[in-house]
């Protein structure tokens, strides 16, 4: 995330500066859309990789499975790139949208949002836990990783992703920016001061 921050901040804003003449490069609710969109395609990739972890168990009958532990890489850094797009874009969106006095409880909303979000995951859990141990069956999380299915888990968190990303860009377009003063890069006339 750390990475995929600075590489945005030092070499895609000035790229898309240029582009768009906007100051961020992107607009606010566009980096949150993006983060979403590729932390959605984290999940694809954590699901494809479960998948191919539990054929290599089923073929070789042990425990242990010969895979590489750099199978596991994409995912985090696909998700790690999804984070610093979205988690910074939600910072700057609840920093510059909210009004001047209420910058403080701004940043707090975020930080909210963040440990909200950490809660339902855990209850998320719990819940596809149970529904999946009905009846005798295995559940998504047994205790043996090679008998859980936490490739389908992947998929519901894909799904839940891609439906929250539709809800998102369906709200997002109807939403009108809060008037702050934003430097367009390149121009020069009076009309700035209007932006």
């Known amino acids: 995330m750390v990475i ?24 606010i ?4 859309g993006i983060g979403m969109t590729i932390t959605t395609v984290g999940m694809i990739s954590a699901a494809l990789v479960e998948m191919k972890r539990l054929k290599v168990a089923e073929k070789e009958g042990t425990i242990a499975v010969s895979m590489s532990v750099f199978w ?3 995912q985090f850094v696909i998700i790690g790139v999804g984070d ?6 939600l910072q ?24 909200v979000a950490n809660f339902i ?23 043996d990783v090679n008998k859980s299915r936490l490739d389908l888990f992947y998929w519901v968190l894909a799904i839940m992703g891609a439906l929250n990303l539709c809800c998102y860009v369906f709200l997002a377009r109807s939403y009108s920016y ?11 006339d009076s009309s700035e001061d209007d932006v």
């Open 4 to 27: 995929s921050v600075t590489f945005y901040e030092r070499m895609l804003v000035p790229f898309l500066r240029r582009v768009t003449g906007d100051e961020r490069g992107v607009s």
């Open 29 to 32: 609710l566009r980096r949150i």
């Open 72 to 74: 596991l890489a994409p």
């Open 84 to 89: 610093g797009f979205a988690l910074v874009g």
């Open 92 to 115: 700057e969106y609840f920093y510059d949208q909210v009004p001047d006095s209420m910058r403080s409880l701004g940043i707090a909303f975020y930080l909210s949002v963040v440990g």
């Open 121 to 143: 995951s855990s209850v998320l859990i719990t819940v596809v836990d149970r529904m999946t141990s009905r009846g005798g069956r295995g559940s998504w999380f047994a205790k």
């Open 178 to 188: 809060k008037k702050v003063h934003q430097r367009r890069v390149g121009v020069t």
